[in-house]
């Protein structure tokens, strides 16, 4: 046998890929010149939203100019993985899912009627970010500068099957409050996850796990009686325990779920790219056996990843995803870090716009696909697909914005 014969086996098929901890997105070229209010980050909970200058100021003007840059290698990575986005695929499982679901101040039963169908997936799921108690009062400050509560009606007018509940408002109005939030979404037929269990729905035949988690609550004082699932995945200074999200996962499968999706509340507020500290996390989950990973909280859209898992020929680094698993069983799955907004009255134009995604499931993520919807502020407010306000010059850069940050390769509606 040849010298290259014996090196060539000993490497086996995944003898071209570096140590994951020396490529990207564990090493990156961190971003400098940045403005102080672009590196305050609340999620880190590293202060308090009652402390002093200079922390709060600043977070509202990151509220209001955003942190539209990331790492030089962020940006060629998302560069090459537009293009790696499959479109939707024929057949299968189609899910539809929303991003942040907020307190809004009037019309709820028909707000997001002028976009409802473009929910057309098996299964609708979005993150249901404020309480809905009918005992506690909803407007807006009444239970705090940054806590909310709205009318029941709004689930009225939400064009959902399932939401997540747990998220950093779960507890604005206590734990009282949550709890008949989750009575008005039984008696609408609304199903739910993340607060003391996780669901499994079937959905078109396939049994799906929507497994549901949050990066922490605004309300640190309040003790509740119920489990919400917190991971600090803002943490950036520490090794993440996932430990639970891995247990959760062995237990759907151990109860036949076919497909396992993570709803993660997560990411950094108004940025318009995901810090590599959450690609890191989005691999682990994924290693960990997550088909997709859902997430929502930073208020803006950031743009998605397709995941190779057990594929030698797909070696890590910029523009690629991929992983291996101990089972060696290859498949594909998606991390869609942050969906932005799809009801809020935030004031900005790319937190008023959010996006609708579908992806089509068979044994694994088959393909993906994008629609951006907008708020309108008007005598009453809508959603509308953001295609149909393109005669508005704002809306028109926001939605060439759009096509540029997430690429065109998997947007719906190419004939505009």
């Known amino acids: 046998m040849s010298l290259l014969l014996v090196l060539l086996v000993g490497c086996g098929p995944y003898g071209a890929w570096p140590d994951e901890q020396t490529v990207f997105p564990y090493v990156y070229t961190p971003e400098t010149d940045l403005e102080e209010y672009e590196e305050v980050r609340w999620e ?3 202060w308090d939203l009652d402390s002093g200058c200079p922390e709060p100021p600043l977070y509202l003007l990151k509220a209001v100019r955003h942190r539209p840059s990331a790492p030089v290698e962020s940006l060629e990575h998302f560069a090459a993985m537009r293009a790696q986005i499959p479109p939707l695929g024929p057949g299968g499982t189609t899910l539809s899912f929303v991003g942040d679901a907020m307190w809004i101040a009037e019309n709820h039963e028909a707000f997001a009627d002028p976009v409802a169908d473009l929910l057309d997936g098996d299964l609708r799921v979005g993150n249901l970010e404020t309480p809905t ?3 506690h009062p909803t407007e807006l400050g009444a239970l705090g500068l940054y806590s909310f509560n709205a009318p029941p009606a709004l689930l009225d007018g939400l064009p959902l099957d399932l939401v997540q509940v747990n998220n950093n408002h ?12 989750l009575a008005e ?5 609304i199903a739910h996850t993340g607060v003391d269990e996780h669901a499994i729905v079937e959905v078109a035949g396939r049994r799906i796990a929507f497994l549901s988690y949050t ?3 605004n309300e640190r004082e309040v003790e509740s009686t119920h489990e919400l699932f917190v991971v600090p995945f803002g943490h950036l200074t520490e090794d993440i325990d996932l430990s639970g999200i891995e247990d ?3 237990l759907a499968r151990d109860d036949g779920a076919q497909t396992v999706v993570l709803l993660v509340h997560w990411g950094f507020e108004y940025e318009y790219y995901p810090d590599p500290h959450f690609l890191v996390l989005g691999r682990r989950l994924v290693t960990l056996g997550a088909d997709l990973v859902v997430g929502q909280g930073p208020h803006v859209a950031q743009p998605p990843e397709i995941c190779h898992v057990n594929h030698p020929e797909v070696v890590p680094g910029v523009g690629t995803c991929s992983v291996r698993t101990p089972d060696e069983v290859p498949r594909t799955a998606a991390v869609l870090y942050s969906l932005g907004n799809f009801e809020t009255i935030m004031g900005t134009v790319p937190c008023q716009t959010g996006l609708v995604a579908t992806v089509t499931l068979e044994d694994d993520v088959t393909g993906l696909g994008w629609t951006a919807v907008a708020n309108v502020d008007t005598a009453a407010p809508e959603l509308h697909p953001l295609d149909a306000l393109l005669d508005d010059p704002e809306w028109a850069e926001e939605s060439s914005r759009l096509d540029a940050h997430l690429g065109r390769s998997w947007r719906r509606g190419e004939n505009r």
């Open 44 to 46: 880190t909970e590293t």
């Open 133 to 135: 108690s009918p005992d």
């Open 215 to 217: 990066w922490g609550l």
């Open 185 to 189: 979404l039984d008696a609408r037929g």
């Open 170 to 181: 779960s507890l604005d109005a206590g734990d009282t409050g949550l709890e008949a939030t």
């Open 248 to 250: 959760d996962i062995r």
